[in-house]
């Protein structure tokens, strides 16, 4: 009886949660030729969905500036519903925060790109994101509640 149940990962659905873009200055903005400065934000959640069940999202907020002047603002939400069982707590957590984000972030990558040049600008390739670090940063930080 105390024979050991196999550990559960499937992904169940990878989806886009929630996309925006905009472009206020259009279309003056498209006539610009300095560089623009690009600033990122990027974040994760995670929530209990049901029994064995969990969605991950990955947020992130990608501005775009020249001078003082907003040239595309891209904020997109890539989630997914992982079925992780037989697990145990103190392993669920970075398989929530290190690899579902993993498996999350590529597609992340390639909505941001290709909003970005569906409105008419060269595209962002996100760089890569160690998941890793920001978990055990995350994990240092004294929890506030």
Not at 5 to 30: G, H, R, T, W
Not at 132 to 142: N, V
Request: glycine fraction near 4%.
């Amino acid at each position: 009886m105390s024979e050991q149940l196999q550990p559960v990962f499937a992904i169940e659905k990878i989806y886009v949660k929630d996309l925006s873009l905009e472009i206020p200055n259009a279309p003056n903005i498209f006539l610009e030729r300095d560089t623009p400065e690009i600033n990122l934000q990027l974040g994760t959640r995670n929530q209990s969905i049901d029994n064995g069940l969990y969605e991950v999202q990955l947020t992130v907020t990608v501005t775009a500036k020249i001078k003082d002047k907003i040239m595309f603002l891209v904020e997109a939400q890539q989630a997914g519903i992982f079925r992780i069982q037989n697990i145990s707590n103190e392993e669920i957590d970075p398989v929530l925060g290190i690899g579902c984000p993993n498996i999350l972030f590529p597609y992340l990558r390639e909505v941001v790109s290709d909003i970005v040049t569906r409105a008419g600008f060269p595209p962002v390739i996100l760089n890569p994101v160690n998941f890793e670090a920001i978990y055990q940063q995350k994990k240092a930080e004294p929890s506030t509640h």
